[in-house]
């Protein structure tokens, strides 16, 4: 009874925390939040190259968790990729030695974590309050978005745009409203403050 136990934990388990590989779009126009992800340990990121100037992927000046072999060479061309499988634990600043200024992040490697808490905890939503334009990035590709007010009544839906959606907010009245993304099946709600 035991072995049988066992076993459908490991099961849950690994269901539970499937590999994933996800894409960034590596150019000077790459933000930090949309270069800083939470990872389990087993997934892949996988940065191409969105125009034809020189980029890098290395670990940042004075970064001491990134594992060894972490880093590309400076490569030009649009569509250039690079990818990267995490095996341990680890939290890692890296940048585009080329651009500094405009393209880093930090990447965050745990040990294992659900599809759900991954979903969550790689979605970003800025500049929140917001005036006008609200950004959603995530690492998984949104299916549908859904705005409701502080009292519960939707005023807004409409269909994701991949890892990248903006909304516009600018005919909103300034208050509290939630905002509920899903992706196959997994649904995450954020607060946000129209100004």
């Known amino acids: 009874m035991k072995k049988i136990t066992l076993l459908a934990v490991l099961m849950i388990a690994t269901v539970a925390t499937?590999?994933?590989?996800?894409?960034?779009?590596?150019?000077?126009?790459?933000?930090?939040?949309?270069?800083t992800f939470t990872l389990q340990v087993g997934d892949t990121v996988?940065?191409?190259?969105?125009?034809?100037a020189p980029h890098d992927v290395q670990p940042a000046p004075g970064e001491t968790d990134a594992p060894g072999?972490?880093?590309?060479?400076?490569?030009?061309?649009?569509?250039?990729?690079?990818?990267?499988t995490f095996t341990t634990p680890a939290e890692i600043d890296y940048l585009?030695?080329?651009?500094?200024?405009?393209?880093?992040?930090?990447?965050?490697v745990e040990a294992v974590m659900s599809v759900q808490d991954?979903?969550?905890?790689?979605?970003?939503?800025?500049p929140n309050p917001v005036k006008e334009d609200l950004k959603i990035r995530s690492l998984f590709s949104l299916d549908t978005y859904e705005i409701y007010s502080a009292t519960g009544k939707k005023v807004s839906e409409g269909v994701g745009e991949g890892t990248y959606t903006n909304l516009n907010t600018s005919h909103f009245p300034a208050g509290v409203y939630f905002v509920t993304v899903k992706s196959e099946g997994l649904t995450a709600t954020i607060k946000m403050i129209k100004e």
Do not use: K
């Open 69 to 84: 072999d972490f880093g590309s060479n400076i490569e030009t061309g649009m569509g250039f990729t690079y990818s990267y």
């Open 96 to 108: 585009c030695t080329v651009h500094p200024g405009a393209m880093n992040g930090t990447l965050t």
């Open 46 to 52: 996988e940065w191409v190259w969105a125009n034809v």
């Open 18 to 35: 499937a590999q994933q590989t996800f894409t960034v779009d590596w150019d000077q126009s790459t933000e930090a939040a949309d270069a």
């Open 118 to 126: 991954q979903f969550e905890r790689n979605i970003t939503f800025f």
